[in-house]
């Protein structure tokens, strides 16, 4: 078997529809280092009304909030990620974690011949 296989997985929690996954959880670091769903939506090349369509369908599907958003005024309003979504990104970083060495563990087990490594 070539030696230069690999797997590659994307992973996501699902209510009735898309509840968290890679989007979201770039999304909400994007918010915390910035300070605004707008900012971190650009830096990831999405409309606004694309990451807040994102955040509420996850919001609806986890039965709560991610974001606080505060809008326009004389500072330009802005979002944080509360304490639910922090903990919601650390789990699904931590499941990810998990996931990606039992799968490493399988994939070597299912497609490395004796002796490769």
Same mark, same amino acid.
């Given at each position: *078997? #070539?030696?230069?296989?690999?797997?590659? *997985? #994307? /992973?996501?929690? *699902? %209510?009735?529809? #898309?509840?968290?996954?890679?989007? /979201?959880?770039?999304?909400? #670091?994007g918010i915390e280092e910035? %300070? $605004?769903?707008q900012k971190a939506a650009e830096k *990831? %090349?999405? $409309?606004y009304s694309k990451a807040w369509k994102m955040m509420k369908t996850a919001e609806q599907e986890l039965g709560f909030a991610l974001t606080e958003r505060s809008s326009g005024g004389k500072d330009g309003g802005g979002s944080v990620v509360t304490e639910e %979504?922090?903990?919601?990104m650390q789990r699904y970083g931590n499941f990810l974690s998990a996931l990606q060495t039992e799968a490493d563990r399988l994939f070597a087990f299912y497609f490395q011949r004796e002796g490769e490594k």
């Amino acid at each position: *078997m #070539k030696q230069d296989l690999h797997y590659d *997985m #994307k /992973v996501r929690i *699902m %209510g009735e529809e #898309k509840a968290f996954g890679p989007g /979201v959880a770039q999304l909400l #670091k994007g918010i915390e280092e910035m %300070g $605004s769903m707008q900012k971190a939506a650009e830096k *990831m %090349g999405l $409309s606004y009304s694309k990451a807040w369509k994102m955040m509420k369908t996850a919001e609806q599907e986890l039965g709560f909030a991610l974001t606080e958003r505060s809008s326009g005024g004389k500072d330009g309003g802005g979002s944080v990620v509360t304490e639910e %979504g922090r903990e919601m990104m650390q789990r699904y970083g931590n499941f990810l974690s998990a996931l990606q060495t039992e799968a490493d563990r399988l994939f070597a087990f299912y497609f490395q011949r004796e002796g490769e490594k």
